[in-house]
């Protein structure tokens, strides 16, 4: 086996199998565990900047990678005019520093702070080491190459599509500069360690508040079914309203 | 009629000491662990003071309970659902540590490890977060018996109803007088430490209306810390998870009071259940300021009623669940005689814990500089309270003085009825007047007295069963090792990667 297929197909999917598998595990059997792990209770004036621009920059980011990843025609159209393109790049990378800010922030507070210092983990510093090498580089890029997105939408959704079909296609991305391959691997990286760091709370990010309503009650019985049953064994099932 | 039970408190304050044994027994059962240390679910706070976490009452600061909103309601924290979500990567509104205190230990180490010499060897104080020393400028309690007075009584958030003359009469030497105020979670009917999770990890139990956080669902989204008025859910730093009072449940399903009750050595303490009808909680949430009180205290409804017997019935409500009810100290303080006050009704929570306000020292005045204790009657009037009704009608009833008073009057008059059935050396019309002005006959009086001053456990604490034989859930294993957290599981608290 070459380099190429080591870190462009077995990488791959040895990190979404411990992606899928390790999240549904930890999801399962963890669930003391699965929490953000803020750390606002004890430090919450510097947090306040890191915490905004870090996850405001990484979420725009995210979304234009899954953009780039879902619609690239549409993307490549876009960038069919050179302004165009350049006000996407310029976009995309004030949030990129944004992020990078939020993560130079995140990890002052926990070198200064003596308290947050009692509460990092050895996981913890290296979610920030893939972070900071993965920001860097996606900065780098967009500085060097600043045709990126288009590269993007035209070199790699081919490659990571190809992935996801079981087919993978390494040719797009083998003749990648450095920089490039170091995103997707770093990339990928994350997403293996994802369910065993504390970037698992993106996971359960708990969208069906919006549609909940406001008060819960749990019943460990239904009463009522109890009371108006004559049969043996009533009121097995609890019920939520 | 939607009807369900929940377990209400009531706590009697002109019997509370404060002696903080009932923090003291909630301590060493549920927050001895790391990361807790500085969680007191049970808390005795003086008043007027500045209370725990330091100025909690104060809203405009902590944005905690609901506001009106037109007709409805909305939290005062993040007004809306979107917002909550919103706001999900940084609260702008929660407490810190600070607000509560650093907890702390000391190095006993040192005393004994001290090499010999000529002075005497000292334990410094360290931080149980850092483990660093840390000089202590703030615990649990430091204004107890109105301690530090300029920086915590002064502060206190419900003189600000007060007329900056008042506020000095409270504060003069000869009419200094404080009582104290024990809380713990008021296991709202409308909760809005509930309404805030966005993991929906806070839940009120159906069967007896204890509210609770399961902590396998909490995320650490820390919402509800802010939202409890109260200030009676807390983060737990260590573990990621938030935390809160559980009125002992597992105590309750065997039948015992809740260790904070049961060791309450001024017996100030009473647990019963209240039949409450559920769909009338928005409406009485959303109640005009004036009517909020009384809405409250009319959504509970009658035991001995058999219409409301036949519905509570035909809502599952069990039999022996009524008979409680109908026994209920919390049932006679609150609704027969009309003693027990919710504490910041206008939080528009709907807490069921229920204070008899203190009737406080009433004796004595200062004339010319001179404290003068020989009064014309025996106890001198409420109008003679030391502690204005303006303060305590802040506290207990939306700012209302004359409910304030007619509760005060009440009281006296059950003890101006005693001292005659006792000692007999007070002229009978004294005690005529007292107890028509206060609207309770003799043998109410004496009712009054009995289970204020002679009951025995079971009248103070009249808990239904929890019927397990019909609930597979609550059958899970209750009795966790200490250490641990949760029920139901089993897991160390120790924090996440
Ligand atoms: C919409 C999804 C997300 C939500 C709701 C969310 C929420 C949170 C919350 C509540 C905290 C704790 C902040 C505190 O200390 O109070 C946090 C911290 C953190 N988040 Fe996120 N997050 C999300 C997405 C992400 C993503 C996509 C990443 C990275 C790829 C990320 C990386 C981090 C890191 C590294 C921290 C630790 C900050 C520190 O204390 O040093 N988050 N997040
Ligand atoms: S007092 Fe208890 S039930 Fe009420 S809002 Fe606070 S934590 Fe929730
Ligand atoms: S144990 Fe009872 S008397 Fe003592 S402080 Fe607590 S509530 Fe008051």
Redesign the interface.
Known sequence: MNTTAIFFVALPYTALATLIIGTLYRYMTLGFKLTSLSSQFLEGKVLFWGSQPFHWGILVVFLGHLAAFAIPGTLLAWNGEPWRLIVLEITMFAFGVAALFGLAVFIYRRITNSRIRSVTTKMDALVYILLLVQILTGLGMALLYNWGSSWFASSVTPYLRSIFVFNPQVETVAGMPFLVQLHIVTAFVIFGVLPFTRLIHFVVFPLNYIWRSYQVVVWNRNPKRIRAERSYFPGKTSVNN | MNIRSQISMVFHLDKCIGCHTCSVACKNIWTDRKGAEYMWWNNVETKPGTGYPTKWEDQNVFKGGWEKNGSGIKPRGNSS??N??KNI???PH????DDYYEPWTYKYSDLFDAPEGDDQPTARPVSL????NIDLKAGPNWDDDLGGSPDYARQDVNLQNLSPQEQEAMFELERMTWFYLPRICNHCL??TC??S????A??????DGVVVLK????????MC?TACPYKKTY?N?????SEKCVLCYPRLEAGMAPACFHTCVGRIRYLGVMLYDADR?HEVACSEDKDLLDNQLDIYLDPFDPNVIKEA??????DSTITAAQQSPVYKFVKQWGLGLPLHPEFRTIPNLFYVPPLLPTMGSVTEGIYDTTTKSFWGGIENSRQPMKYLASLFTNGDTQKVEATLRKLLAVKIHRRMETVGDLPQEEVTTALTEAGIDQRTADEIFRLTALAINEERFVIPPAHRE?????MEATGDRKGN??FG?I?R?????
């Open positions: 659902k979107f909550a979500l990567t940084f609260n929660l407490p810190s540590l977060v850092t483990g660093e409308n909760p509930v309404a999770c966005p993991s929906a806070l839940y009120k139990r159906g069967e902590q396998d669902r909490c995320r650490g989204w820390r810390v983060y730093w260590s573990t990621g998870k909680i019935t035909a809502s599952g409500i069990a019909e609930a597979t859930e609550l957290v949760g599981f897991e608290p120790t924090r996440g990667l």
